[in-house]
């Protein structure tokens, strides 16, 4: 668990899969992010997580607030994805309620989020997001991360006909005096 002054971010509860399945049907949440979360869905990535946090010691992990419990979404680290360029290496991801942007809070998580993962030892985390969000590649530079310039992709889980298939990867090196 990672407790921010406003944020706590925790492990993946069944009572999370409803509003994280709530979360997946708002379309402009998904906008780039390959269409809306079935039930199922919901539940396969819950189940996911999981099971990322039991093999990797972290995950995607839930992020609520503190003052009232609310699910505002998740914040974590987990393996790039097979056949990426960061295959197996720490890619740092977040999704909020749309409720819940504009205030902070994925800011917030992902400093959290870093600071964790610089006290673990972690030399250098990843980033990966399509061309026109730009609002996560705002939050990237925010943090300190740099575009990899010569590091743009085709995300191999998404199909070749994809207007999301292209992707951009961004990095950040443990500040020297962590």
Same mark, same amino acid.
């Given at each position: 668990?990672? =407790? ?6 925790? +492990? $993946? ?8 399945? *709530?979360?997946?049907?708002?379309? %402009? ?8 979360? /079935?039930? *199922? ?5 819950? +189940? %996911? ?11 995607? $992990? ?28 720490? %890619?740092?991801? $977040?999704?909020?309620?749309?409720? !819940? ?7 917030? *998580?992902?400093?959290?989020?870093? !600071?964790?993962? $610089? ?16 609002? /996560? ?6 943090? +300190? ?11 191999? =889980? ?18 020297? =005096?962590?």
């Amino acid at each position: 668990m990672i =407790d921010t002054t406003r944020l706590r971010l925790r +492990g $993946w509860r069944d009572d999370d899969i409803a509003p994280f399945h *709530a979360m997946g049907q708002d379309t %402009e949440v998904m906008r780039y992010l390959g269409g809306l979360t /079935s039930m *199922a869905g919901a539940e396969a990535m819950v +189940g %996911e997580q999981r099971g990322t946090a039991a093999r990797f010691g972290r995950c995607f $992990w839930v992020v609520e607030r503190r003052d009232d419990g609310a699910f505002l979404g998740f914040c974590g680290v987990e393996p790039g994805p097979a056949r990426s360029p960061i295959a197996g290496l720490p %890619e740092i991801g $977040w999704r909020l309620v749309r409720d !819940a942007w504009g205030q902070g809070y994925a800011e917030e *998580a992902a400093r959290a989020v870093l !600071a964790d993962e $610089w006290r673990r030892g972690t030399d250098r985390v990843f980033a990966v997001t399509v061309p026109a969000n730009r609002r /996560s590649r705002g939050l990237m530079e925010r943090l +300190g991360m740099s575009r990899v310039h010569d590091g743009d992709f085709d995300h191999p =889980d998404l199909p070749p006909d994809s207007a999301l298939r292209r992707h951009i990867l961004y990095r950040i090196a443990r500040p020297a =005096d962590d």
